[in-house]
């Protein structure tokens, strides 16, 4: 009995359940007992080999004491390896980046595109002509070669543990996709049938799916949250759902721009056609350079910028709608700017008013407080004094005040020809025109209309018979 122990807590929990289903529509195999038996909830676990499975096993290579990629120094690389089979030949395998270079034949340049320390770098898609596709999109960085793929950890670090239930669905789709494409390989390969899907092709489109399926979850959670705030703030603003707004459209900005560089990427891929021809490593490693059939090369092609075009325009259609979704937004924002200035207005314009009645009021009793005054002004003995001063007072609180709120109006008026800021731009000028253009148009056609009827011969026959009468 074989006992290996290794420490891969940070992907147990989302993995030791059985429930978990492949994105995909195709119906995969059952994943292997070993796999699953990989993927266990304790620090420290054994897998144990039963004699019977010792030809199913997918993990044949796991070693004594094996630590977690998370340990790993600067000068390693690790990964887990999946052959064309569909079987997992090793498990977090470690390479010298120098030797990992050289084995599969790339530039230093290259080990920044699959370095799993940050996975929010840009998004790239690179093609080594007939070598290897290096991939890095989201959560996922993998060497695409024509018999073999690596998938390099982006989920042992504390920070990247929401990648882990991503990471482990494409292990299973993977495997099981694989394995699927294997034995109906073999069977058409018994009934003479030689049209299949290359291997590159294969993973590449599980890695498209596994993409397209994480993006379209968090953009329904994105817009299942965005519509709620909206909701909210239709009836009511107030600080805390502003709040809410401003962090989520922040979150959305960043969403977008991962799916937008994302598009972008597929549709760079497809614009450039010798990486399209590239991309058929099986092909250019099964034949020399100079000797493979160009009518071949262009149908292989032809097949990977078919698959490309169907996932650039889900991706494209993801944008859409995440566009849809910032219009709303901004529309709504635009709304509540509009709301919150009316209101802002309208308490400026309370203000005033009170301090329009404010100061009526003081003039009304400024004329009193001069006859309260302890000096001779010849009225006390008057009978008419009293009432002659508190209709003066009243008369001039209420003159003031009516001039003051005519005021108002004119400044609260909104029309193209005030002009209330002092100015003299372009727009007012054009405006004032306009308006006094207007104004002889009017002038010039109410006087031809008096003139047509001075001059017409029923007007002077009806003047003469009322005047002859």
């Not at 090793?90 to 084995?103: A, G, H, R, S, V």
């Not at 790239?124 to 070669?145: E, F, Q, R, Y």
């Not at 603003?237 to 959305?252: N, P």
């Not at 001039?396 to 193209?416: E, H």
Request: hydrophobic share 35%; net charge neutral; charged share 25%.
């Amino acid at each position: 009995m074989n006992r290996c122990l290794f420490n891969f807590s940070n992907i147990s929990n989302s993995l030791r359940k059985p429930s978990l289903r492949l994105t995909s529509s195709i119906n995969y195999p059952l994943i292997n007992y070993s796999t699953l038996r990989y993927f266990s909830n304790k620090s420290k676990h054994e897998i144990d080999k039963k004699p019977n499975e010792e030809d199913k096993s997918s993990l044949p290579l796991l070693k004594t004491n094996y630590k977690s990629s998370s340990s790993n120094s600067d000068q390693f690389i690790t990964c887990t390896i999946i052959n064309n089979k569909g079987k997992i030949t090793d498990i977090f395998k470690k390479f010298k980046k120098w030797e990992f270079l050289q084995k599969n034949e790339l530039y230093p340049r290259d080990l920044r595109k699959i370095d799993s320390s940050n996975i929010d770098i840009i998004p790239s898609i690179a093609v080594k002509p007939g070598k290897c596709i290096i991939v890095n999109l989201l959560h996922i960085k993998t060497l695409i070669k024509c018999d073999e793929v690596m998938i390099f950890d982006t989920s042992s670090s504390d920070e990247n543990k929401v990648n882990t239930n991503y990471m482990s669905n494409l292990l299973y789709e993977l495997e099981g996709r694989l394995t699927l494409n294997n034995n109906n390989n073999n069977c058409s390969s018994s009934s003479n049938n030689t049209h299949t899907t290359p291997f590159e092709l294969q993973v590449l489109e599980t890695i498209m799916m596994n993409i397209l399926g994480v993006l379209d979850k968090q953009c329904k959670e994105i817009e299942l949250e965005c519509g709620s705030v909206l909701k909210n703030l239709e009836n009511q603003i107030d600080r805390e759902k502003l709040k809410d707004l401003l962090i989520k459209s922040k979150s959305l900005s960043t969403f977008h721009q991962r799916c937008l560089l994302i598009r972008d990427v597929l549709d760079e891929l497809l614009e450039t056609d010798e990486d399209l021809q590239g991309m058929s490593l099986t092909l250019l490693s099964n034949q020399d350079i100079d000797t493979i059939d160009n009518a071949e090369l262009e149908k292989a092609s032809g097949n990977c910028e078919m698959m490309l075009e169907t996932y650039y325009y889900q991706f494209n259609e993801l944008v859409q709608r995440l566009d849809t979704l910032i219009t709303n937004i901004k529309s709504t924002e635009d709304i509540v700017n509009i709301m919150l200035d009316s209101n802002r207005n309208s308490l400026m314009l309370f203000e005033l008013k009170v301090t329009i009645y404010t100061l009526g009021f003081t003039i009304a009793t400024l004329l009193p407080s001069f006859y309260g005054m302890n000096l001779k002004n010849f009225i006390e003995e008057s009978e008419y004094g009293f009432a002659g001063v508190f209709l003066f007072s009243c008369l001039m609180a209420y003159i003031i005040t009516f001039f003051n709120f005519k005021a108002l109006r004119s400044v609260t008026r909104l029309t193209l020809m005030n002009n209330h800021t002092g100015q003299k731009t372009e727009k007012h000028f054009i405006n004032a025109e306009n308006l006094i253009n207007k104004n002889l148009l009017k002038t010039k056609l109410f006087s031809e209309n008096i003139k047509q009827k001075l001059m017409s011969k029923w007007f002077f026959k009806r003047k003469f018979n009322s005047d002859k009468s």
